[in-house]
DNA sequence: GCTTATTGTCTCATTTTATGACAATAATCC
DNA sequence: GGATTATTGTCATAAAATGAGACAATAAGC
């Protein structure tokens, strides 16, 4: 919600990210702590006038991570009339002494655009919003209370996650570009919070034909070095 | 579009619905003509101020077919710039000799939250609405050039049909509620566009216990009588 | 050189899917 | 009423995919 003022937003129209990264064990999102408030909620923002919605989206992600060219599905719109939250934004705004009349239209009903996008953790450098003193790292599984319905926004970015992850082979944006299969088969493993069998997992990946082997990489441990590959 | 005036609707969204239906032999979709414009389009709406997107969707999905507790499955939202097409939009309110200020708003960039609906096409009376004269039903490869990016809208309403037919199991609702498995395996070809093995489609629907028997179809052929079935 | 943990690749068993075969009908035609 | 016809329900076998384990090939430590 970067320079809100003196832009032409489209009205009661918003978007929210769900932006997961994988720090090697554990799906993790990025959640945003409004100042002075104990307010929890996911990175989001307003669409210009001019702008489309995806590509709000995108430099919403942008600003919060640093990255380009990421990963970025719009998975669902929630249109929910009962969204309206004035009560936690006016704490916001109040917390960020911005009673001003022309951010009063903040407190109205809004429909939000669902995005989720995958990120290459170690790529990342997590930027707070303007309104936030606070943006970090939650494992899916320890995700605090979160204003509004942006609980049940995480929960259905899950869930398109999860159905999409082997169909659309998405899990490589999670990922360094070269990786072991033991890595990729964590990312699995994570997203979809079941444990594979590792010998069905690597024929399986090696026969999709998705996969260039490179050279192996040598981690000083005391055992046979894993190949790395990347995705063609 | 019904009852335009004097309502409150939240500006810069509508929505646009792809209702299926399955006439036994071909898939089709309801496409709207608007009077004396040639223009074709796809039945939409706009969301009150006070009303959940999914409600204005069901409702216009209700007065375009006289259907309630239809599946409705909001599928996408179309936030591009280039949506808006006042030329096409003059026509319409022009050849309805709506030159009002009032509903120059109408004019303006639109986002549209995509929704699809499967039907029972015996079941249906479609009813213009009160920009157009005719509404009727088209075979998806048959479509005339639909005004904005309408077609690109029917082109992924089909894409998430058919990845969702045989996951979430909602073939059913194209059929009357008693169909034999000839039927539902006419409904799949036509939504996949491709033929399917009698012996394994029939193993594979007994085999996912979702269905009923019931008495047998005697259609008055020279051949064994085909046993009816429901959904569970 | 011996030990250790992990990796890449087989093998065999099990399950699922493909493909064809076949008997059991409903209605029609002599 | 018996033969004919087309379609249906189900089974039999072949082929493909997956599950589950075995095992040799390493890198590094001792």
Redesign the pocket.
């Known amino acids: 919600m970067k320079g809100l003022k003196n832009k032409n937003f489209i009205p009661n129209l918003s978007f929210d990210c769900v932006i997961f990264g994988f720090n090697g064990k554990l799906l993790k999102i990025l959640i945003l702590e409004y100042q002075n408030t104990g307010v929890y909620a996911l990175p989001g923002g307003f669409i210009e006038i001019d702008q489309s919605i995806d590509d709000a989206a995108k430099q919403g992600v942008k600003e919060r991570t640093g990255l380009d060219n990421v990963y970025l599905d719009q998975f669902y719109i929630f249109g929910n009339v009962e969204r309206a939250d004035p009560d936690h934004m006016k704490r916001i705004l109040t917390a960020n002494n911005d009673n001003t009349k022309e951010n009063s239209w903040m407190l109205e009903r809004f429909n939000t655009v669902g995005y989720y996008a995958l990120i290459n953790y170690e790529e990342v450098s997590p930027t707070p919003d303007e309104y936030s003193d606070s943006i970090g790292w939650y494992a899916i599984d320890e995700l605090p209370k979160l204003m509004m319905d942006h609980n049940n926004i995480v929960e259905k970015a899950l869930q398109v996650l999860r159905s999409n992850l082997s169909e659309k082979l998405i899990g490589m944006n999670l990922l360094p570009s070269k990786f072991?299969?033991?890595q990729l088969q964590m990312v699995f493993e994570a997203v979809l919070d079941q444990k594979?069998?590792?010998?069905?997992?690597?024929?399986?990946m090696?026969?999709l034909d998705i996969l260039e082997?490179h050279e192996?990489l040598?981690?000083?441990?005391?055992?046979?070095?894993?190949?790395?590959?990347s995705f063609k």
């Open positions: 072991t299969m033991k594979l069998r590792r010998t069905t997992f690597q024929r399986k090696l026969s082997r192996k040598f981690q000083g441990k005391a055992h046979k070095a894993p190949y790395q590959y």
